[in-house]
């Protein structure tokens, strides 16, 4: 089966630019997560949607990062405006059903975003 | 402090055993994960252990659990070259909006020496 699917593989903005990430997961997976992967550092949750709603976005930094799964199928992680922090890879994962039971998560080769 | 904790680095011999050790915070955590990353790639499920087991084994990789102590352990046997990349520890948590998350350690690098 298809895995799940990132683009663009790199990105290299300024600071005060604006970025989007997309992510089609696998298919029929209802669960779709984003990722933040600071170097040398352990992912951290965005957001993560059930279908077309959100879950939980606690962690999106709402006042510059953005996110839609509109058809409840593939989606867009935006950044608008870019900081240097914002430097990371970005994972998009999914899964069957939400994490609550021992469901398997299936992560993306992720975006390398470096902002200058 | 962090609510899962790692060593960052482990270095071992080809044929020699590797042990990753993490520690977690939340003890209502029902899962516990190791993840796997290679370079430039994400993040590859590798096992999993529910609350109410201490240990499990998946062919050359065993995972124990000590619940009490909130200590997790990832044992791979006779390690290969192949088997060079991040290893991450992870527990699952109800973040309290009706869903469960993932929380990762920072990973240990093992490095395996021909």
């Known amino acids: 089966e298809a895995g799940v699917a990132q683009s663009p593989r790199y990105k290299i903005i300024e600071k005060r630019q604006s970025v989007a990430f997309w992510c089609n997961p696998i298919?029929?997976?209802?669960?779709l997560y984003w990722y933040q992967q600071i170097l040398g550092q352990g992912p951290k949750l965005l957001i993560q949607?059930?279908?077309?709603?959100?879950?939980?976005d606690s962690q999106l930094p709402k006042d510059r990062f953005s996110a839609e799964r509109l058809k409840g199928v593939d989606s867009t992680l935006k950044i608008q405006p870019a900081k240097l922090e914002d430097s990371a890879v970005y994972l998009c994962?999914?899964?069957?059903?939400?994490?609550?039971?021992?469901?398997?998560?299936?992560f993306g080769s992720g975006t390398q975003l470096s902002v200058l | 402090g962090e609510d899962v904790e790692q060593s960052l680095f482990l270095s071992v011999r080809e044929g020699d055993s590797s042990v990753i050790n993490c520690t977690y915070t939340?003890?209502?955590?029902?899962?516990l994960y190791w993840y796997k990353q290679e370079p430039g790639a994400g993040l590859q499920l590798l096992t999993y252990?529910?609350?109410?087991?201490d240990m499990k084994q998946d062919q050359r990789l065993t995972v124990l659990l000590n619940k009490k102590d909130k200590h997790l352990s990832l044992r791979i046997a006779d390690t290969q070259t192949g088997d060079s990349a991040i290893y991450f520890c992870a527990e699952s948590k109800n973040s309290g909006a009706g869903s469960y998350q993932l929380t990762f350690g920072k990973g240990t690098k093992l490095s395996v020496i021909p």
């Open positions: 939340d003890s209502s955590s029902t899962y």
């Open positions: 949607f059930q279908n077309n709603g959100v879950v939980d």
């Open positions: 252990i529910f609350s109410n087991m």
């Open positions: 298919s029929g997976h209802a669960t």
């Open positions: 994962a999914s899964s069957l059903r939400a994490v609550a039971t021992n469901e398997k998560l299936f």
